[in-house]
């Protein structure tokens, strides 16, 4: 197992989840969407495209930072909230 490689995916994943936050949380607030689809969708294309435009990674790889971009979205939110502009649209009435 590549662990560099490995490491590589998840630094990429993490840079475009905090991306992934900030772009659902703008979805949230301005156009009062609350399908989990489309945020699903809306993370997995910010990361691979991330991915894609900002490294020399071939295609696996680019869907890997996809799928864990989806999947760090959520969690990296709760533990950016209030930091950095993210606030919860709850919050924010």
Known sequence: MNFEQLMNILSVSIISGIINTQAIQYIKI???????????LVSFFIGALFAFS????????ILWCGLISIIGAEALYKALEGKFGLVSKSKKN
């Open 54 to 61: 900002f490294t020399s990674f071939n295609l696996i790889e």
């Open 30 to 40: 301005n156009f009062n969407i609350k399908n989990n689809i489309i945020y699903v």
